[in-house]
């Protein structure tokens, strides 16, 4: 069993800053992309940022010099460093990584519970 585990949000004021961390944990073979969406109210699931194994990145337009993607391949860990908030940030933020199992071929994609993020004005 594979499992991802968010932590890091809360409510902040508008030009604040968040760490997002997520973990993941169980019978891992490896990790290749990992990632960050997010889904606000009424809207759909988007892309935030995405990170390769070989740490290169991608982010959305609307979080580009403001949000940081980072991951810790020995703890199986991505991290979201979110700077100078907007109220139009406030959403679930859930973690995905594409892993493959020990003694299972292929990698599978999965998700994490979801961690609201609120910015205030």
């Known amino acids: 069993q594979v499992q991802l585990v968010e932590s890091g949000g809360g409510l902040v004021q508008a030009g604040g800053s968040l760490r997002l961390s997520c973990a993941a944990s169980?019978?891992?073979?490896?990790?290749?992309?990992m990632g960050w969406y997010r889904q606000a109210p009424g809207k759909q699931r988007e892309l935030v940022a995405l990170i390769a194994s070989s740490s290169s990145t991608n982010y959305a337009d609307s979080v580009k010099g403001r949000f940081t993607i980072s991951r810790d391949n020995a703890k199986n860990t991505v991290y979201l460093q979110m700077n100078s908030l907007k109220p139009e940030d406030t959403a679930v933020y859930y973690c995905?990584?594409?892993?493959?199992?020990?003694?299972?071929?292929?990698?599978?994609?999965?998700w994490g519970q979801g961690t609201q993020v609120t910015v205030s004005s």
């Open positions: 169980g019978s891992i073979f490896n990790i290749n992309t």
């Open positions: 995905n990584a594409n892993i493959a199992k020990r003694y299972s071929p292929g990698y599978y994609s999965y």
